[in-house]
């Protein structure tokens, strides 16, 4: 099958990706095995160009997911998750992009700022009396993240470990 005939298939998987839920990459991988290997998909050969635009829809998914953790807004509503899995998640794509040659830059720019802004917005919150912390994890878990997003100690907001739970 040619690149072009090979196209619409890899769309359609590559929305799924696009739309997964919380791992990325087991869509990812369910989209693959369609492709190639399910006896009910149309059995592709896939190359290195082929497989990019699943493999960028992965680490855009999680760009997603880790950026909607990461924004005041969505603190009380369903789809949140916390700082704590933002982390996670911030290391499922860090390990993805390593393993797939991917460029990681641009996302760690972007996540960084976004922690950033968003320990900066709960802390006024909390300041205020606005509402309590929604932080979910210990200081050394965000110290953590922080360091794997390039950030150091004096790039957040002083006096954010208040935000912490005490463990």
Same mark, same amino acid.
């Given at each position: 099958?040619?690149?072009?005939?090979?196209? =619409?298939?890899?769309?359609?998987? *590559?929305?799924?990706?696009?739309?997964?839920?919380? #791992?990325?990459?087991?869509? @990812?991988?369910?989209?693959? @095995?369609?492709?190639?290997?399910? =006896?009910?998909? =149309?059995?592709? !050969?896939?190359?290195?160009?082929?497989?990019?635009?699943?493999?960028?829809?992965?680490?855009?998914?999680?760009?997603? %997911?880790?950026? !909607?953790?990461?924004?005041?807004?969505?603190?009380?509503?369903? %789809?949140?998750?916390?700082?704590? !899995?933002?982390?996670? *998640?911030?290391?499922?794509?860090?390990?993805?992009?390593?393993?797939? *040659?991917?460029? %990681?830059?641009?996302?760690?720019?972007? #996540?960084?700022?976004?922690?950033?802004?968003?320990?900066?917005?709960?802390?006024?919150?909390?300041?205020?009396? !606005?509402r309590s912390s929604c932080v979910n994890c210990p200081v050394q878990e965000i110290?953590?993240?922080?360091?794997?997003?390039?950030?150091?100690?004096?790039?957040?907001?002083?006096?954010?470990?208040?935000?912490? =739970? %005490?463990?």
């Open positions: 099958m040619d690149r072009k005939s090979k196209q =619409p298939l890899i769309a359609e998987e *590559n929305f799924m990706v696009e739309h997964s839920e919380e #791992i990325p990459e087991v869509a @990812y991988h369910s989209s693959l @095995y369609y492709l190639t290997e399910d =006896p009910e998909g =149309p059995a592709l !050969r896939l190359d290195v160009d082929d497989t990019l635009p699943l493999k960028l829809a992965v680490a855009e998914r999680y760009r997603t %997911i880790i950026l !909607r953790d990461l924004k005041s807004q969505n603190r009380d509503k369903r %789809i949140y998750r916390g700082v704590a !899995r933002c982390s996670v *998640n911030w290391q499922r794509l860090l390990k993805f992009c390593t393993r797939e *040659n991917m460029e %990681i830059a641009t996302y760690r720019v972007e #996540i960084a700022a976004g922690l950033q802004s968003f320990l900066q917005h709960e802390l006024a919150d909390v300041q205020s009396g !606005r110290e953590k993240l922080a360091g794997s997003l390039g950030l150091l100690k004096a790039d957040l907001p002083e006096g954010w470990q208040v935000l912490c =739970p %005490i463990k």
